[in-house]
């Protein structure tokens, strides 16, 4: 049975922290894989909690789990099949990149599995390690168009970078491509110096990609990185991080549609203040005036 939250625990984070703390405590491990498909249903009930529970109880509650699964490795490649497809993959139930990372740390680090078992997982832990939400961005280097190399470093600390990874042959990534290139709020706040824009393609440059970007929309910064997808998380093209003006990783897998009504909503706010400052400005120049106007006196 699923252990029972006490009536003295109220809300909803301190009601899932209690659960996913205790979740495993009646559940006897070297023998609940006998069946896989109740212990799979347990599994999904388990993530279910995930949402709603803080990340310091899931981080500890994984590992807890894990130090027991990981005890017989046919359990554990289970359970991490499991973990792939419930937080990480195209279809997960839960995209929680930060409550999947427990999970590839684990078995990345586990001497229980071969040398090819824990490869897939220590790619995965790296590259989310490295590229999850609240982290500093990994600094890269890429090729501009014309030749030059560059670093993500080497952009000012102020504006805030949307981070676009794309490939010129992805359609989905062209069709995002154009959609931003077009976008009037997204220019008028890189205009107003709110944002910049890092269009990179993950792969070796090359006169003919050189060719392909020129018609790039020309207030973007261009280039070509091969070895990025070894620091960034990529598995759904086209790739978004949004950064803040110290290249903190504020989010990330964002959704096109999400990222244009955000732009227009942000670029209101600020036309609003604008317009206001402007009004605020020109009533004092007025209250300035008359005060020294003859008949003022």
């Known amino acids: 049975p699923y252990p029972t939250v ?22 006897n491990l070297k023998q609940a894989f006998s069946s896989m498909r109740k212990m ?14 803080s990340a310091d109880t899931i981080r500890t509650s994984v590992n807890k789990l894990l130090t027991e699964v990981g005890k017989n490795p046919k359990h554990l490649l289970a359970m991490m099949e499991w973990a792939e497809s419930d937080l990480y993959s195209d279809s997960a139930r839960v995209v929680c990149d930060e409550c999947y990372l427990p999970f590839v740390e684990a078995a990345a680090r586990s001497k229980k599995l071969s040398k090819a078992e824990r490869a897939r997982y220590e790619y995965q832990a790296k590259v989310l390690g490295g590229s999850v939400v609240g982290r500093i961005a990994p600094d890269f280097e890429y090729t501009t168009p014309d030749g030059q190399t560059r670093r993500l470093s080497e952009i000012p600390d102020g504006p805030y970078i949307l981070l676009f990874i794309n490939d010129p042959g992805c359609e989905e990534c062209a069709m995002a491509r154009v959609r931003l290139s077009g976008c009037v709020d997204l220019n008028d706040l890189i205009d107003d110096g709110k944002i ?3 269009n990179i393609y993950p792969g070796e440059y090359d006169s003919a990609w050189a060719a392909e970007v020129a018609d ?7 280039g070509a990185s091969p070895a990025i997808d070894e620091l960034y998380d990529m598995r759904n ?16 897998s964002l959704q096109i549609d999400n990222l244009l009504q955000a732009f227009y909503v942000v670029n209101q706010r600020a036309k609003k203040a604008k317009a206001n400052a402007a009004n605020a400005k020109e009533a004092a120049t007025e209250g300035t005036e ?3 106007s003859p008949s003022a006196e």
Request: net charge negative.
């Open 6 to 27: 006490p009536e003295s625990i109220t809300g909803i984070t301190p009601q899932a922290d209690y659960m996913m703390a205790h979740f495993w405590d009646r559940c």
């Open 40 to 53: 799979r249903t347990a599994f999904d009930d388990y993530v279910s909690l995930m949402p709603y529970a």
């Open 196 to 198: 910049v824009v890092v």
């Open 216 to 222: 790039y929309n020309p207030k973007w910064i261009v």
């Open 237 to 252: 093209p086209p790739v978004f991080y949004y950064l803040n003006g110290s290249k903190q990783i504020l989010s990330k």
């Open 290 to 292: 008359s005060e020294s």
